[in-house]
């Protein structure tokens, strides 16, 4: 009954290849978020989505996409990665956004580009 | 822009001492404060939202408060399982999304 899972745990992978990392949260949340937590253990927004609509798009590379099939779920799919993009990666939900909402994380996915 | 300085960037107790980590922050239109634990390998777990100056708030060992510049999270006679990072961050009343310090690696030994 994980409240918010992300797949894969880990990732690795070559520089300019293509990967999607995936986000499901089973709290009936309406907001989703994707974050980025470097080698300094920095954590930054990177998109938010409210009712699967773009609401938060920080300076990110456009070779970062996210998608929302639905409300529970937000993915990420990154093109031609590079060995900057090495990381954790984030998922969050809460509930609305609109308030001071509690978000709640996953257990992130480490990206490593050899 | 908004901003927030966590210190120290490390520190270490003895099981039993009892001491404050800081969270100094600027941010136009304060909506949330938020604390953080982050344990190796895991995702950042909630611990508590302070909304006002002079709000307290109080978990177990952990008490946080804050004024208008700046939050205490007090650790009172900590056990080793008590070691872990401590984020904070803050939400403006214009975005959704946490602005978060660097954090506190906090380290508790027997």
């Known amino acids: 009954d994980t409240a918010v899972s992300q797949t894969p745990k880990y990732l690795v992978t070559q520089m300019g290849n293509d990967k999607s990392i995936k986000c499901e949260q089973n709290?009936?949340?309406?907001?989703m978020y994707w974050y980025k937590q470097d080698s300094k253990k920095f954590l930054k927004i990177m998109f938010s989505?409210?009712?699967?609509?773009?609401?938060i798009n920080e300076t990110v590379p456009n070779r970062f996409s996210p998608k929302s099939p639905d409300k529970a779920h937000l993915n990420l799919h990154i093109n031609s990665l590079e060995l900057g993009d090495s990381a954790v990666y984030f998922c969050a939900s809460s509930q609305d956004g609109a308030s001071t909402d509690t978000q709640y994380f996953g257990p992130g996915t480490r990206l490593t580009v050899l | 822009e908004d901003q927030v300085t966590q210190s120290p960037e490390a520190l270490r107790l003895q099981e039993g001492e009892s001491s404050s980590l800081n969270c100094s922050y600027t941010v136009s239109g304060l909506r949330g404060l938020f604390w953080y634990r982050q344990d190796p390998g895991k995702g950042p777990e909630f611990l508590f939202t302070?909304?006002?100056a002079g709000e307290e708030k109080e978990k177990e060992r952990l008490k946080a408060t804050l004024t208008k510049k700046e939050s205490f999270l007090h650790i009172t006679a900590p056990k080793p399982e008590d070691s872990a990072t401590y984020l904070c961050?803050?939400?403006?009343?214009?975005?959704?999304?946490?602005?978060f310090g660097k954090g506190t690696s906090l380290l508790v030994t027997p």
């Open positions: 302070l909304y006002s």
């Open positions: 989505y409210n009712n699967k609509e773009l609401i």
């Open positions: 709290l009936g949340h309406d907001t």
């Open positions: 961050a803050v939400q403006a009343r214009s975005g959704y999304a946490l602005n």
